[in-house]
């Protein structure tokens, strides 16, 4: 992606070095990481940072930084990326999002994520795109399900140890044809 993409609310960019204070608040927050193991120091934001730079520079996509149109301001992020684990589905490209609190409800999550599904199966010409998330995460897997994403079981995510209780994910897919019809 050499430009950034738009919506209509919306600009989905590649990461800046600057961008970490924002990163580093987003996912220190309790709340919006109560799905994942554990809420990040600045230590695992700036690599998580690193991480999604070295995509971008890799693959030509990401998760995003996500600011709206109307005044900069950072949402969170949302994107595209290939898995990075071993499963039965992959390889694959997967969809996701991580809104800052403030956001949740107003549709940015699924503005974005229609945005992303677009250039997946226009420009990077995917097959499909998976999500997935932990069963307690209902408005993560609600937003997959009104995006037109199938639920294609559940599988124990590798990078958690067995017995961890987010262990168990939830599995969703949405083909390019199916994608494309819904995305108008």
Same mark, same amino acid.
């Given at each position: ?6 919506? +209509?609310?919306l ?10 204070? +924002?990163? +580093?608040g #987003?996912?220190?927050?309790p ?12 230590? =695992?934001?700036e ?5 999604? /730079? ?12 996500? /600011?709206?149109?109307v ?10 990326a290939?898995?990075?684990?071993a %499963? ?10 991580r809104?800052? #609190?403030?956001?949740?409800g @107003?549709?940015? +999550?699924?503005? %974005?994520? @229609?945005?992303?599904?677009? &250039? ?14 932990? #069963? %307690? ?17 559940? &599988? ?6 067995p017995?961890h209780?987010?262990?168990l ?5 949405? =083909? ?7 995305? =108008?």
């Amino acid at each position: 992606m050499s430009t950034p993409l738009r919506s +209509a609310r919306l600009i989905l960019r590649p990461w800046r070095d600057e961008d970490f204070d +924002a990163l +580093a608040g #987003l996912c220190s927050d309790p709340e919006v990481m109560a799905h994942f193991p554990a809420p990040l120091d600045r230590t =695992g934001s700036e690599a998580l940072l690193r991480r999604l /730079q070295e995509h971008q520079d890799e693959h030509g996509f990401t998760f995003w930084y996500l /600011q709206r149109q109307v005044d900069a301001a950072f949402v969170g992020f949302a994107g595209l990326a290939r898995v990075g684990f071993a %499963a039965h589905f992959t390889p694959a490209v997967e969809i996701g999002w991580r809104l800052a #609190l403030p956001y949740w409800g @107003q549709g940015y +999550a699924r503005e %974005a994520a @229609q945005r992303a599904l677009r &250039f997946a199966f226009e420009e990077l010409d995917v097959d499909q795109v998976v999500a997935f998330t932990t #069963l %307690a995460n209902q408005r993560s897997w609600g937003l997959m399900e009104r995006l037109g994403m199938r639920r294609d079981g559940v &599988f124990e995510h590798p990078r958690l140890p067995p017995g961890h209780p987010l262990r168990l994910h939830l599995l969703y897919r949405i =083909g390019r044809d199916e994608g494309l019809l819904r995305l =108008g």
